[in-house]
């Protein structure tokens, strides 16, 4: 297969299109079908396509194995990662609503007798962040104006919270993307290898 | 102009016959590698059924993996192993009469199946509506099933990927052994 004219051309002509679409299944998955497997496997595809091309040690050049192996593990630590922080802003495991506004002052004030003091600082919010939230909030329901007239509930009643939505999703899809990515190129290089 | 159900029942008879043909091709085809390209044909189809009925996550998730890695994977394995399928001996009637009966009783089972599509099944009258109402407001994210697979049922797309990463360390100890020169019983 290495010495095919038209094989080597049209691959590598398609590799970095396949890569490209893996990526935008990765971080478009929240808006269109797609999400972190189906990127790690499609962008393990181009690596693999250019690996029966180039050969094993052309993708040796691109991800070592051992690259591949702490990529595996970076994947799986990132998305528990992200669980282990949400319980730091004392959330639960994988909550990400805490992610970005940490629940740790309520929760210890709801232990407390809630003094006036500890009440006026949980409502103490600048004209413009009130300002940003909101524009925030109107950008989210415009994107989804579709769903709009058929939803009853109209109103986003915690915008930190789907903030940190947004980011904890973003986070463990990349976790997992990378994950899946680097197991397919593993087991590629296992079998490959035997293959010889 | 065909009203455009009609356009998905066409759809669905040709692709679910295709399928079948493809199926029987499999079973038929001696040489197993015919039989792996057929296979990826096999979940292209699928993945194309899946798309006009609606789930195009799985559809993506199939066509990639299905037509596209495990093929590689399956075609790789082969060249380990020869690719002439073995002359099978002995009487079929057994196995017939047993894929007779089990035939027979999922064509039976189907009958008990709620009715395809319809907005009382069971999965649609649980956890669904709530999903489909909140998950966009509560997550910001309009693809519902990113947010129920990511957010809501986070802690199970977490049991996935450790799975994925159980297989991977799997097959390394499996098949990741340095082979050495000397080294007589290398499974070669």
């Given amino acids: ?196 | 102009m065909i009203p455009v159900e009609n356009i998905t029942l066409i759809m669905d008879t040709v692709l679910l016959f295709l399928l079948l043909l493809t199926a029987i091709a499999v079973v038929c085809a001696k040489d197993l590698i015919i039989s792996t390209i057929l296979l990826g044909i096999f979940s292209l189809l699928m993945a194309a059924l899946y798309l006009v009925m609606g789930a195009a996550d799985v559809a993506i998730t199939e066509a990639a993996v299905g037509a596209g890695i495990s093929t590689i994977l399956v075609l790789l394995a082969l060249s380990l192993v020869g690719h002439k399928e073995k002359k099978s001996k002995g009487n079929f009637i057994v196995p017939t009469i047993i894929i007779l009966f089990v035939s027979i009783g999922l064509l039976y089972a189907t009958y008990d199946m709620p009715e395809f599509g319809s907005r009382y099944n069971p999965a649609q009258i649980h956890v669904s509506p709530y999903y489909l109402e909140n998950g966009p407001l509560e997550t910001g994210i309009p693809n519902v099933v990113t947010s129920v697979l990511a957010s809501y049922r986070g802690f199970d797309t977490f049991g996935e990927t450790i799975v994925v990463f159980t297989a991977a360390i799997a097959v390394i100890l499996l098949l990741g052994r340095v082979r050495k020169k000397g080294d007589s019983d290398n499974g070669k």
């Avoid at chain 1, 693999?48 to 690259?67: M, P, Q, R």
């Avoid at chain 1, 990132?78 to 990400?96: E, P």
């Fill in chain 1, 1 to 196: 297969m290495e010495n095919d004219i038209l094989l080597r051309t049209v691959v590598k002509f398609l590799t970095p299109f396949i890569f490209m679409f893996g990526l935008y299944v990765q971080f478009h998955g929240d808006y269109s079908p797609g999400g972190g497997f189906q990127a790690g496997v499609i962008c393990a595809a181009a690596f693999i396509a250019h690996a029966l091309i180039n050969g094993l040690s052309g993708l040796d050049k691109v991800v070592s194995e051992k690259t591949a192996r702490t990529i595996a593990c970076l994947g799986v630590l990132l998305y528990g990662g992200t669980g282990v922080y949400a319980m730091h802003n004392c959330g639960n495991f994988l909550d990400y609503s805490v992610l970005t506004h940490s629940r740790c002052d309520e929760v210890a004030s709801s232990r407390k007798i809630v003094t006036n003091k500890g009440a006026d600082n949980i409502n103490k919010t600048s004209e413009e962040e009130k300002k940003a939230l909101e524009d925030y909030k109107n950008k989210l329901l415009d994107s989804y104006s579709a769903n709009k007239e058929n939803s009853k509930i109209v109103e986003i009643k915690d915008i930190d919270a789907v903030h940190g939505q947004h980011i904890g999703i973003l986070l463990i899809e990349a976790g997992v993307g990378l994950t899946v990515f680097s197991v397919m190129i593993l087991v590629f290089y296992m079998f490959a290898n035997r293959v010889g």
